[in-house]
């Protein structure tokens, strides 16, 4: 099957779908795929809120918003990118409230705004604590209306190129059918994701998060970089790695070890306060996260969530008992290098939202930034991917054949169970490529990732059906994975000095 459209979005988080909508206003012909469906991607797992210096809740200013996230990126970030997300901050908030994002209000019916680690000020606009959540699902409500066409269970498998080095389309997998699929368009906006999977189980991420669209655009030729900055939060909960969001410091929780002391600053920025507990937790120290002091009437009306998940995954109510808790992969900082205008290295390709670097994170991502990422930066894509499409209209059909990656693994053996290998992974990157890093670490991590890469052959499938192959789709991800666990350690052993998340001893 092959279809056209003017723009073509891989991804429909809130980076993606905001995309979609700027492009269609821009008057793009706009086509959507995703590997899952909107309402499950990565945004809403963003609880704590959006950044924006509105002063709700205090004295603040965009000039401070500023000054915190440059100082959070240790830097490595672009000043000017970071002064157009803070000074756009604002009008997205009220681009959001506009189109229906329910925030929490204040007492007068302003936007509600809490601290999170790193503020000056209470700054970040929330709904609860399932901030990411409602605006993802408002802005997918608005690309229904718009009436943008959404092809869910479409997995990227290659980013396609015309006879002049340009981006021109992809080839995906039907994951519903197993057949392979041609989109063709003059602009692709590529809207991924992360790759804090590579840590397996380790990971507050959803098990898509494998970094396919990266491996894919790198596959392509597109430069990725700063992909050794991967942010680790301070309170996963132990025994799940499921998150508990800042947003429960933010209202005042508390950090303790088992003697019960507060042995660090809990709103200090992620890299620091993660740090300090994995000390902790090196000594010997459990550590826990203690909100009973809120009481249970705000608990309630502000982390509903943080309750309802501490309840299903550790058997356990915050309004009574210490959640036990440890720091887990959660954020990448690196990806795919965009200009100013949310353009790659190759012509028609543009990214946005975490797969991107915008390189206003720098080396340790500011928390509320990143929703406010994918809102300003979404934007951006969409309607520069609107004006390329314009502007770079096709007149030669493309005639790509649908042969792929798919052929080639049906001739792999299943000596090897590529599933024990990525647990493996997980667990051996948690160790030597996580919190704290020595270069003789980083050296094995480096060799096991290149061991099983020499190997994939003897890694096949076991599933050989082709409608709903999910054992093919987890296989592909694995192959993703290892090419982004391969560029992060490489990443890593290339910056020889400690620079926020990338703390080496």
């Known amino acids: 099957m092959n279809k056209k459209c003017d723009v073509l979005i891989i991804g429909a988080g809130g980076a ?15 086509i959507v795929l995703t590997k899952e469906y909107p309402t499950r991607s990565q945004t809403c797992m963003a609880q704590g809120g959006i950044n924006a210096a509105l002063g709700n809740a205090g004295e603040d200013s965009v000039e401070d918003h500023i000054a915190n996230t440059l100082k959070s990126a240790h830097g490595e970030a672009d000043p000017e990118a970071i002064r157009f997300m803070c000074e756009s901050a604002p009008k997205a908030i009220e681009w959001l409230d506009s189109i229906g994002v329910c925030f929490s209000r204040t007492q007068d019916a302003k936007v509600a705004q809490r601290a999170l680690g790193g503020a000056s000020a209470s700054r970040a606009c929330y709904a609860q604590d399932y901030t990411g959540l409602k605006i993802l699902h408002t802005i997918y409500d608005r690309c229904l209306e718009a009436d943008i066409e959404i092809q869910n269970e479409k997995y990227l498998l290659e980013i396609l190129k015309d ?23 003059n602009a692709v906006v590529l809207a991924s994701g992360g790759y804090s999977r590579i840590y397996d189980k380790n990971s507050t991420n959803s098990t898509a998060s494998t970094g396919d669209g990266i491996a894919t655009a790198a596959r392509a030729g597109a430069e990725l970089i700063d992909m050794e900055f991967v942010q680790f939060h301070p309170t996963g909960l132990k025994s799940c790695s499921i998150l508990i969001s800042e947003s429960a410091r933010g209202e005042g929780g508390y950090i303790l070890n088992s003697k019960g002391e507060r042995f660090t600053k809990e709103l200090a920025p992620r890299d620091v306060l993660s740090r300090a507990i994995d000390a902790e937790i090196k000594k010997g120290e459990d550590v826990f996260l203690d909100i009973r002091h809120l009481g249970e009437k705000l608990i309630d009306e502000g982390l509903p969530q943080e309750r309802k998940l501490a309840k299903l995954y550790e058997n356990l109510d915050p309004v009574h008992e210490l959640m036990p808790i440890k ?49 300003v930066f979404g934007k951006e894509a969409g309607v520069n991917a609107a004006l390329y499409a314009k502007e770079n209209g096709r007149t030669i059909p493309l005639n790509a054949d649908i042969t792929s990656v798919i052929d080639e693994i049906k001739t792999y053996e299943n000596v090897l169970d590529f599933y024990a290998k990525r647990e493996h992974i997980g667990d051996l990157f948690y160790k030597n490529v996580g919190i704290v890093r020595t ?26 059906s082709k409608v709903y192959n999910t054992n093919l789709i987890e296989f592909l991800e694995f192959k993703n994975s290892l090419d982004v666990c391969e560029v992060v350690v490489k990443s890593a052993l290339a910056r020889e000095v400690s620079c926020g998340a990338h703390y080496i001893v």
Do not use: W
């Open 16 to 30: 993606g779908l905001t995309a979609a909508l700027n492009a269609k206003e821009s008057g793009a012909d706009v």
């Open 163 to 185: 006879e002049n080095d340009g981006v021109c389309g992809a080839k995906v997998l039907d994951i519903r059918s197993g057949e392979v699929e041609i989109y063709e368009a």
């Open 327 to 375: 720091p887990v992969a959660h954020y990448t900082m690196g990806g795919v290098r965009v200009d100013n205008k949310s353009a790659t290295s190759l012509k028609g390709l543009f990214a946005c939202g975490e797969c991107a670097n915008h390189r206003v994170h720098g080396a340790n991502r500011l928390g509320g930034n990143s929703l406010l990422e994918i809102v």
């Open 439 to 464: 270069k003789e670490e980083l050296k094995v991590a480096l060799q096991e990732v290149q061991d099983i890469k020499a190997n994939i052959s003897k890694l096949g499938v076991s599933d050989i």
